[in-house]
């Protein structure tokens, strides 16, 4: 498994603050794709920044495009649920036959989650030895939630991401010495401010640090 080339930038950032967290998440990689063959790339979402960053196999080139974007609505029921799954295995915009999420927990204090995606649709049935692996109960995981590898596109929008998160980051130090707030409490007002405006956390950042820049 081998990260990809915005990720190895992305790496040089975080681990300045993070020692060792690409050998980390590579060799967890290395592991889930020994002990399922047919993985082709996992994704590592890290919070509480959003930031990915992705491997893939060493025989497998970059997955071809996405098409376009889907949504889904559900009342929350077990049918709908098993609608939802179902609905997912039938994406016209998939890139993989099957994808894993779960929980990522490491010895270097990053956290998250782990997407892993698959050429074989049945790859994820059991569980029990990818779980351990990853350190996750069976009860955390969800199949086939992201067959158009949306965290793929992610990971190569890494550097651009990382312009944008420092842009969020100053405007939450104006917000904690302004209004005299707390740092988790600074993010939720700029969360319900990006609401209320209809755009992004990182452009609603720009206006407070530019006002006059609309």
């Not at 569980?127 to 190569?156: F, K, Q």
């Not at 991401?161 to 405007?171: K, N, Q, V």
Request: with cysteine; net charge negative; glycine share 6%.
């Amino acid at each position: 498994m081998r990260f990809i080339s915005p990720s190895v930038l992305l790496l040089d950032y975080l681990e300045a603050t993070t020692p060792a967290l690409g050998a980390v998440l590579q060799t967890r990689a290395r592991l889930i794709a020994k002990l399922v063959p047919s993985c082709m790339a996992v994704s590592a979402v890290l919070t509480p920044t959003g930031l990915t960053l992705a491997l893939l196999a060493d025989d497998h080139a970059d997955p071809s495009a996405p098409g376009p974007e889907w949504t889904t609505s559900s009342t929350g029921g077990a049918l709908d649920e098993l609608a939802w799954h179902q609905q997912r295995a039938r994406d016209p915009d998939a890139r993989c036959a099957a994808s894993l999420a779960l929980p990522l927990r490491t010895t270097v204090g990053a956290t998250g989650y782990l997407a892993i995606y698959s050429t074989d649709p049945r790859a994820f049935q059991d569980l029990v030895t990818v779980l351990t692996t990853a350190g996750a109960p069976g009860e955390t995981a969800v199949t086939n939630h992201d067959l158009p590898m949306r965290t793929l596109d992610d990971a190569y929008r890494g550097p651009a991401a990382l312009g944008e998160l420092d842009d969020i980051e100053l405007a939450v130090g104006f917000l904690v010495t302004t209004l005299r707030v707390s740092p988790d409490d600074a993010r939720h007002i700029l969360r319900l401010g990006a609401l209320r405006r209809g755009v992004t956390l990182a452009a609603h950042a720009r206006t407070i640090l530019n006002p006059f820049d609309l």
